[in-house]
Every structure is written in structure tokens, then in C-alpha cells.
């Protein structure tokens, strides 16, 4: 599967002179407005990278870390900023970014970051490349709740949400989002969403 670029950043300039860089280097790119818009439309079945703004009106760059991590998102990131801040930047690599780029830097950086953000990412989804029917195997061993748990979470839900869809504790959503996790082999949501996608279960 072909990686994907994401780029999330709220000014138009912004987002057309990335798009232009990184499809020039040959990937492709998908940009997006906004965090939210990003959430809402990204599949995260998809490897490759996000290159990110922090300063956003909403949902910040910060808080769209935070809010992949919670939902298992494996994405990295490359975070871009107008004006640097070591504050900042040592919260965001903390939270698992691979970079920490300011906009006025040279286009080899942000380059030279994708490439190792999208070998990360390859690495990551490289075990889930086998045949389809493995992945058919792999997902008959879960029980019917945790398929339903499966596809809620590679839908984007929190545990929160699940729980209160199914009527269960959180306590229990976690244990059976262990359970399917450790039967599929998988690490986080964006691997589960692939195996699923492969496997032709819907979500």
C-alpha cells in the first residue's frame, strides 16, 4: 500500500506550498484544513506520515497528538511551527513526534523527516502485509463482542463512547480491546483498521 502525507495546517498558502514539496519528491498528499477535518475524513488504515501545525484555531496541533493517542492512532508526526517554542517542542517529542520543524526552515528537513517518519510507518504495518486470509483467520478467533468492539475502534469511537453504545463498563471495553489486540497480533487502531480492511470486515 502506498503511503500517504497528511498534512493538517489552517492556512491555504500553508498547505499548497506542502502539497507542492512532497509531490514533487514523489508521495502522495492529502491536506487538510483543520484537526478536525483531518479526524473526520483520514483513514487511518493507511501508512505514511502527518505533517502537522501546532498553532490552530480550534482544535490545536497539541491536541490532535493527544487526542491519536487516546484513540490508538499510530500515525507519526512532524510537527511545523511560525515561531518555535523549546516548551513546545520537548511536549510534542514526548508525545511521540518524530520532528519538531519551524516553517521558515529549509525543504530538506521536512523531506529528510517524511522519509524517516514513513519508514517508521512501513515498519510498523510491514507484519500486517500478508495474505487476505490470514487476516480472515486472525479475526474469526474473536468472539462476537470483540468484533463488534473491532469495528467500533477502527471507527474512531473512544472507549468511552463504546461503553456507553454497548451499555458496558470502560473497565470492560479495555479488557476486550486487550484481548482483540493480542489475538490479532496488532499494536494500536491504525493496524487494526489495516487488518480489518484486509480481512473485508466492515466498521
Partial sequence: MQPLIRIVDDDDAVRTGLSFVLEGEGWCVAAYPSAEAFLREDLPSRPGCLVLDINMPGMNGLELQRTMRERGYGLPIIFLTGKGSIDAAVTTIKLGAV????????????????????????????????????????????????????????????????????????????????????????????????????AKIPD
Fill in 99 to 198: 520532528e519538531f520543524l519551524e516553517k521558515t526552515e529549509d525543504a530538506s528537513r521536512l523531506i529528510a523527516a517524511v522519509r524517516d517518519a514513513v519508514a517508521r510507518s512501513r515498519a510498523g504495518f510491514a507484519d500486517l502485509e500478508a495474505d487476505p486470509f490470514d487476516a480472515i483467520e486472525a479475526v474469526r478467533k474473536l468472539t462476537d463482542r470483540e468484533r463488534q468492539i473491532a469495528g467500533f475502534l477502527a471507527s474512531g469511537l473512544l472507549n468511552r463512547q463504546i461503553a456507553e453504545r454497548l451499555g458496558i463498563s470502560m473497565r470492560t471495553v479495555e479488557a476486550h480491546r486487550q484481548t482483540l489486540f493480542k489475538k490479532l497480533g496488532v499494536k494500536n487502531v491504525s493496524e487494526l483498521s489495516t487488518l480489518l480492511e484486509m
